[in-house]
């Protein structure tokens, strides 16, 4: 897995010895010797992750995270601090500061590979994410408001006996997370996979075990993939703790637990993880923006039409137009506001007269498509008619204003491989004769209407 690594130290000979390790490791390197340097290389060169020394004249690391952090084009790339500083309130300080993670010097390899690794996945999927929803931005979709900074509320899950958790669920109660304990791996995965958890904490056994096994089991699934893992492991567990960053976990607290850097660490992995997760969101409601109708809430052309060749590339399916009528006079005299309000209803009307496998469009105007798989010619010919009941049955009260409209079928059945422009143009060469024949009555396709469609 390669990445673009920032290292930044003001000792020339540090910068040096990690960039030759790095290098080994086939990392692009680029080297900074004060904050302010680095700040401009990482918006230059755009690193996927920066090793920050804590200890540089004027700019310190501290003040050089905070000032990535609070950059929005910066603050999603994982920072290292590199530091001769051992103090548990040191690491707390640079935690808050935004960092996410800490490596002592030396350097030991295999811990500093381990994490690489293990940020870098993080960092892909949420660079994915972040992509996404830049392009429904373009769209003009509009983004949902940033997470709330605070983690009050948000839910872990601590695995271990209970008398070696005590000191990890009093310091979540101290930030207002909801926390659920349970002893073992086996019952952890039964809670977790219902997918309601903002973070999972594993409290490592002497060999690891089903324990370490678990944060893999996690990673395999779809509803567990993105809750993070911290693991809590003992100083003599240092082999275990890597392998757990190879299985999948985010970030490690050293037992006995500091509850402030505890805390820390979990503020940034649940935050992070609200971020993925407003991402996700954001490009779930995109996506659904982009195949939806936004007056009516149906499904839009674009959609329908990929709907229709998915199924005649595998089966045969039925077409309906509907077409309302004399719609035009109901904007005139009462305004668009009741014409759109109607278009709704008669959405509404037509939803709940099919089967939840078929689909209804917004095709165009006052114009709707409907797609029904695998249907027969005379079993379309029934749904075309309950369809034309369905809107012109009863009236329609729309606020103050009472309407009556009527509407038009024309369907056509096609078989397995059709060609979809001719199946819509037979539907629509139907729902034309219709209007011939007086409106408010269906009418279905013949052979002579399926007219061929260059394939140019």
Known sequence: MTARILVVDDITANLRLLEAKLQGEYYEV???????????????WSPDIILLDVMMPGMDGYETCRHLKADPELQHIPVVMVTALTDAA????????????????????????????????????????????????????????DPHKGVAGARALVVGPADEVTTIVAAFHEDGVVVDQVADAEAAWLRLADGMFDLAVLVLPEEGGTTLRLASRLRAQATTRDVPVLLAARASQKALVLRGFDLGANDHVLVPVDPNELRARARNQIRRKRYQDRLRTELDRSLEMAVTDPLTGLRNRRYVR??????????????????????????DTHGHNVGDAALREVAHRLRGSLRAADV??????????????GAPAEYTALVADR????????????????????????????????????????ADAALYRAK?????????????????VNAD
């Open 436 to 452: 011939a024949d007086g409106r408010n009555c269906v009418r279905m396709a013949g052979p002579a209407e399926f007219q061929p």
């Open 360 to 373: 209804v469009a917004r095709w165009g105007g006052e114009e709707f498509l409907v797609v029904l798989a």
């Open 90 to 145: 040191e690491r707390v300080r640079g935690l808050e500061a935004g960092a996410d993670d800490f490596l002592s010097k030396p350097v030991d390899d295999a811990t500093l590979f381990a994490r690489l690794r293990a940020l870098m996945r993080v960092k892909q999927v949420q660079d994915a994410w972040r992509l996404r929803a830049d392009t429904a931005r373009e769209l003009g979709i509009e983004s949902p408001d």
């Open 387 to 426: 369809l034309r009941e369905a809107v012109g049955g009863s009236s329609m009260q729309l606020g103050t204003v009472e309407i009556t409209t009527t509407c038009s079928v024309g369907g056509a059945v096609a078989p397995a491989r059709s060609n979809t422009d001719s199946v819509i143009g037979a």
């Open 30 to 44: 680029a080297l900074a010797q004060s904050g302010a340097e680095a700040l401009r290389q990482a918006t230059s």
């Open 306 to 331: 990929r709907h229709l060749d998915g199924l005649l590339r595998n089966g045969e399916a039925s077409v309906l137009l509907v077409d309302l009528d004399r719609f035009k006079p109901i904007n």
